[in-house]
């Protein structure tokens, strides 16, 4: 017998800051994810493909589609420099 299967995954890659989302209108510290297709065999990822990548509110999941994946880790090296400035006006 073989065992095959498909589906969709989402993986958080990070977090880019707090904003108060227009969608639902929380403050929530919004991330950047990974969304792929994938198929397994025997319960082992075999393939990924139609990669997309969002920057998302965490509690309604609205957010924006980003073009690629080197756009994604901008967003992400961009949130923890802001990150990293806010921490040393506050000390």
Known sequence: MIVFG????AKVLGSV???QCPNCANE???QVL???R?????FVPVAKWN??????????HYGAELKDRE????????GRRRSLDRRQVTN
Request: proline letters at 3%; glycine letters at 6%.
């Open 51 to 60: 990669r997309r990548y969002f920057v998302a509110c965490p509690i309604c």
């Open 71 to 78: 756009h994604a880790e901008s967003v992400l090296a961009e």
């Open 17 to 19: 800051g707090c904003a």
């Open 34 to 36: 990974e969304s792929s």
């Open 6 to 9: 498909w589906g969709s995954e």
């Open 38 to 42: 994938r198929a397994s065999l025997y």
């Open 28 to 30: 929530a510290t919004w």
